[in-house]
């Protein structure tokens, strides 16, 4: 089993809709990263967290640590939020510590 | 800032042949890493550096060598190229553990 597990795998929306993504999580870790990777194959990151909330424009990233837990919401979504959300976690080592990632969510918005 | 570069964007090497794939930061980040992204897995570490001098292995080092000479640079080599060594390869960089990582745009590699 994976130890990053992201759902749902693909999701399409028309513009507009509210937008969750799920991620969960089986081992301790210290961050989670949300990240974005447009369809030419950049990957931008989003949002590092290790508890709470943080907004950015229309983007929204929640952890719950107990429940080793995280979502992406984007509101009011638009066509060009359109790519490949990842979530990754960075998971303490004896010697420094080692990010892991989730296998993407493939988001498509219509217009 | 130029960021995080990577050279060449695309490559198509022959099985056996060797290669080095650059990268290159101007952020002066002690931490850089390789990934390489296959269809259906997310990103894997293949090595990484804490600094100048520091290497270390990641998930997936087989057939990979790295060397941290400068804090700038990270090349990754390929001493026999394979053809499960198809892939995209991604460097990153970030100042600290806890640290945002930047991307460098990515080498897609291709092994017949």
């Known amino acids: 089993k994976n130890e990053v597990e992201q759902s749902p795998q693909n999701l399409t929306a028309q513009e507009g809709e509210f937008i969750t993504i799920n991620c969960s999580y089986s081992?301790?870790?210290?961050?989670l990263h949300w990240l974005q990777q447009h369809p030419g194959g950049g990957i931008v990151s989003l949002f590092m967290?290790?508890?709470g909330k943080k907004k950015h424009g229309r983007l929204i990233a929640t952890i719950n640590i107990q429940e080793k837990h995280s979502s992406l919401h984007i509101t009011a979504s638009h066509p060009r939020d359109s790519a490949v959300y990842i979530c990754?976690?960075?998971?303490?080592?004896?010697?420094?510590?080692?990010?892991?990632f989730g296998e993407g969510t493939q988001l498509t918005v219509n217009p | 800032n130029a960021g995080v570069t990577q050279t060449p964007k695309f490559q198509v090497l022959k099985t056996g042949q060797s290669m080095t794939l650059q990268c290159a930061q101007d952020?002066?980040?002690?931490?850089m890493s390789w990934y390489r992204q296959d269809p259906g897995m997310g990103l894997r570490l293949i090595h990484y550096?804490?600094?100048?001098?520091?290497?270390d292995q990641g998930e997936v080092p087989n057939g990979y060598n790295v060397s941290r000479s400068t804090t700038e640079d990270f090349p990754l080599r390929l001493l026999s190229a394979a053809p499960s060594q198809t892939s995209v390869y991604f460097c990153?960089?970030?100042?600290?553990?806890?640290?945002?990582?930047?991307f460098g745009p990515g080498t897609r590699l291709t092994v017949l």
């Open positions: 081992v301790g870790i210290s961050a």
């Open positions: 952020m002066n980040h002690e931490y």
């Open positions: 967290l290790s508890s």
């Open positions: 990754a976690v960075m998971i303490p080592q004896t010697s420094g510590s080692r990010l892991t």
């Open positions: 550096s804490v600094g100048a001098g520091i290497t």
């Open positions: 990153a960089s970030r100042r600290g553990l806890a640290d945002t990582q930047y």
